[in-house]
């Protein structure tokens, strides 16, 4: 089982999370870190630490809403064989990884098919329906 938590700038995972879970019409299991603008992090690596020590033993996904954000900076320092941070997760990617989670054993398998899902979730509807404005 992979264990996943999400860290976002304000309440993004939050509400990532409740949108999720409206849809799937079922509990998520994840957990939601909200960056405090006014700190300087620790708060946010504290419950980092205590999360993954929590999880020891089980592969775990940390979400992030923007690569080179400080919620992804703070999480890259957790990365090692069981921990992995994907950067700029939305709803495709949220609701692919928890509809496909347990469906692999190999853990990066996972994770790229959710990266493959946000990716395929941003769209340019004009190109899609094949028309073209200009």
Not at 3 to 31: C, F, M, P, R, Y
Not at 64 to 86: C, Q
Request: glycine share 10%; hydrophobic share 40%.
């Amino acid at each position: 089982m992979i264990k996943s938590l999400i860290i976002t700038h304000g309440n993004l995972g939050h509400e990532l999370i409740q949108v999720a879970e409206k849809i799937l019409e079922q509990k998520l299991d994840i957990k939601a870190i909200a960056f405090d603008w006014q700190g300087d992090g620790s708060d946010m690596i504290a419950q980092l630490e205590k999360f993954i020590a929590a999880n020891k033993g089980h592969k775990i996904v940390i979400f992030t809403d923007m690569f080179g954000g400080s919620p992804s900076n703070i999480a890259t320092r957790f990365i090692n064989k069981n921990v992995e941070v994907l950067t700029g997760i939305n709803l495709p990617g949220m609701l692919k990884f928890f509809c496909c989670e347990g469906k692999t054993e190999k853990f990066m398998e996972t994770i790229k098919t959710v990266e493959r899902g946000a990716i395929e979730g941003i769209n340019i509807i004009s190109e899609y329906l094949g028309e073209k404005n200009d």
